[in-house]
T-cell receptor, first 116, second 114 residues
Framework: KAGVTQTPRYLIKTRGQQVTLSCSPISGHRSVSWYQQTPGQGLQFLFEYFSETQRNKGNFPGRFSGRQFSNSRSEMNVSTLELGDSALYLCASSLRLTSGGQETQYFGPGTRLLVL | QQQVKQSPQSLIVQKGGISIINCAYENTAFDYFPWYQQFPGKGPALLIA?????SEKKEGRFTISFNKSAKQFSLHIMDSQPGDSATYFC?????????????FGAGTRLAVHP
């Protein structure tokens, strides 16, 4: 079974631009979560999408948004980029059983975003 | 209330030794505690996880010890190997409410010297 894939792997943008990152979950997984990883703040939860709906949201400004498609693939968008948005953006997928039991979250390799 | 505190920040262990990483949490609603391992250039990978109704869980050389009253849990790596050199993250989540959100500790960089 193929793992979580993220594209692109590396990205360089300038301040004020916007960026869209893509995540393809493991086949059959319905939940996609996004995390930001920086040396200073560590791993921080951005949001989770399940059945094309945002289910959970972290403490990030509205410049960070996402969506999920009917095939469970997800995109996240960051508008008006700031220098502090430079980070590794990780996507994780899980089965998301409706019973609420925890399913393992499988992480992709991440997209390394550098904002100049 | 949402924090997970992890220590030490870095750890050096000789091959064959025991690596111990500790985490503490505040939110008593947390009910799922995984440990992730991350190698450079890779995403985190689940190592082992525990629920609060169990005080210890062992998988191979990796053991989680859980102390519910102290709100602490730890990872023990027995017979540490150079290949274990990586960054380790503890995490906590409240799955009973349907939350699929992991709160991570700051990470521990482990170096196992041959």
């Amino acid at each position: 079974k193929a793992g979580v894939t993220q594209t692109p792997r590396y990205l360089i943008k300038t301040r004020g631009q916007q960026v869209t990152l893509s995540c393809s979950p493991i086949s059959g997984h319905r939940s996609v979560s996004w995390y930001q990883q920086t040396p200073g703040q560590g791993l921080q939860f951005l949001f989770e999408y399940f059945s094309e709906t945002q289910r959970n949201k972290g403490n990030f400004p509205g410049r960070f948004s996402g969506r999920q498609f009917s095939n469970s693939r997800s995109e996240m968008n960051v508008s008006t980029l700031e220098l502090g948005d430079s980070a590794l953006y990780l996507c994780a997928s899980s089965l998301r059983l409706t019973s609420g039991g925890q399913e393992t979250q499988y992480f992709g390799p991440g997209t390394r975003l550098l904002v100049l | 209330q949402q924090q997970v505190k992890q220590s030490p920040q870095s750890l050096i262990v000789q091959k064959g030794g025991i690596s111990i990483i500790n985490c503490a949490y505040e939110n008593t609603a947390f009910d799922y505690f995984p440990w992730y391992q991350q190698f450079p250039g890779k995403g985190p990978a689940l190592l082992i996880a525990i629920r609060p109704d169990v005080s210890e869980k062992k998988e191979g050389r990796f053991t989680i010890s859980f102390n519910k009253s102290a709100k602490q849990f730890s990872l023990h790596i027995m017979d540490s190997q150079p290949g274990d050199s990586a960054t380790y993250f503890c995490a906590a989540s409240r799955i009973s409410g349907g939350y699929n959100k992991l709160i991570f500790g700051a990470g521990t960089r482990l170096a196992v010297h041959p």
